[in-house]
């Protein structure tokens, strides 16, 4: 998998400014699952995430981790991304972006739209987009690069 830390972005809120609503609390273990998402941009699972948590909270269970990663997506800080029937996985890039899914690594990575999504569809006249998910499938560059150099 492609696994590179990445610094902060516009896109992403600094979890020393993070704002959870008045329901939740910025509780240390939010925090950390943040953090984590933040640094490697590889769109971890559940349990990816919680074996890189136990590195900083050591004490820290998966059911907590589970819990942190509803807090966040239910506050509209990270995304929840479901591939086919995979695992849900976990991206704090807020802008309107699409995924797409090497079929044979398995690595997820962001992909930019360039323009409105709305602008490149044939939608009804009146239909209002509230939510856009675009997840596209194939070979990250290594692995068209290993497929290619594979073919006789």
Do not use: W
């Not at 609503?21 to 699952?33: A, D, I, N, S």
């Not at 090497?102 to 209002?128: H, M």
């Amino acid at each position: 998998m492609n696994r590179r830390a990445t610094s902060p972005t516009p896109n992403t809120v600094p979890a020393a400014t993070l704002a959870l609503g008045p329901e939740f609390r910025l509780t240390k273990q939010r925090r950390e699952v943040y953090e984590v998402l933040r640094e490697q941009r590889d769109h971890p699972t559940a349990t990816e995430v919680f074996i890189r948590a136990k590195t900083r909270v050591p004490g820290i269970s998966l059911a907590t981790v589970y819990n942190c990663l509803e807090t966040l997506t239910h506050s509209g800080l990270v995304k929840q991304v479901n591939l086919d029937r995979g695992p849900s996985r976990y991206c704090p890039n807020l802008k309107e972006h699409g995924h797409f899914h090497c079929e044979s690594c398995g690595s997820v990575s962001d992909v930019d739209l360039c323009e409105a999504p709305e602008a490149a569809l044939s939608l009804p006249r009146g239909t209002v987009v509230n939510r856009l998910d675009i997840s596209l499938r194939g070979l990250c560059p290594r692995c068209a690069k290993a497929a290619k150099a594979a073919r006789p």
